[in-house]
């Protein structure tokens, strides 16, 4: 398996602009989350979701941002309109239930290598 | 609630060193442990984890970590540092009620000089 899978890599912007950021989890897992990773706050989980259903958004910081996750292989998180506080690294993790079997190792969240934003 | 609390934001040891890196950690419910590492522009990679097996538990790349439920604490030790191992460094906790959510630390820089 080719892991969590992030795009882009790297993105800037200018604050006002919408950003999106995608991630494909790895096939199989039936949880996926969402991660902001700055220096002050250090890694924030801002929402998660099983089985493609929000089940906490209590990470998020505000109505700006938006999650969705239309089918099992891909989710987006939206931030609009994006502010220069914005500015972070943010990660995409999935992993599925224990008591699983054939599906890899329960509990382990398989991290995707981020995405850098850069908001002007 | 379930916390983690991991002393040192920093540390620093010679190549060759015992590596020790601390975590504290508060569960309401018996935890799942983990620790993940983390290297400079990559995504987080788990270490190792606990979850009520062993108590002595073996990594990748010669690590391991041993859960005192006396102490609270998961703390993780290399006998010899590596100039490779200079990453970051995060302990985990499995969040009560909420199946696969975890609880991170802040996080330990650890930097391995010659």
């Known amino acids: 398996d080719a892991g969590v899978i992030q795009s882009p890599r790297h993105e800037v912007t200018e604050m006002g602009q919408e950003v999106t950021l995608r991630c494909k989890p790895i096939?199989?897992?039936?949880?996926l989350f969402w991660y902001r990773q700055t220096m002050m706050r250090g890694l924030e989980l801002l929402i998660y979701f099983n089985n493609n259903v929000p089940i906490d958004d209590s990470g998020m910081p505000e109505d700006r941002f938006s999650a969705k996750m239309p089918n099992a292989s891909f989710s987006t998180l939206k931030i609009q309109p994006s502010e220069p506080r914005d500015s972070a690294v943010y990660f995409c993790?999935?992993?599925?239930?224990?008591?699983?079997?054939?599906?890899?190792?329960?509990?382990?969240?398989?991290f995707g290598p981020g995405t850098r934003l850069t908001v002007l | 609630a379930q916390s983690v609390t991991q002393l040192g934001s920093h540390v620093s040891v010679s190549e060759g060193a015992l590596v020790l890196l601390r975590c504290n950690y508060s569960?309401?419910?018996?935890?799942?442990l983990f620790w993940y590492v983390q290297y400079p522009n990559q995504g987080l990679q788990l270490l190792l984890k606990y979850t009520s097996a062993a108590t002595l538990v073996k990594g990748i790349n010669g690590f391991e970590a041993e859960f005192k439920k006396s102490e609270t604490s998961f703390h993780l030790t290399k006998p010899s540092a590596h100039m490779s191992d200079a990453a970051e460094y995060f302990c985990a906790v499995t969040a009560s009620g909420g199946y696969n959510k975890l609880i991170f630390g802040a996080g330990t820089r650890l930097a391995v000089h010659p």
């Open positions: 569960s309401s419910v018996p935890p799942y």
């Open positions: 993790a999935s992993s599925f239930l224990r008591g699983r079997e054939g599906v890899g190792d329960t509990d382990t969240q398989y």
């Open positions: 096939s199989g897992h039936d949880y």
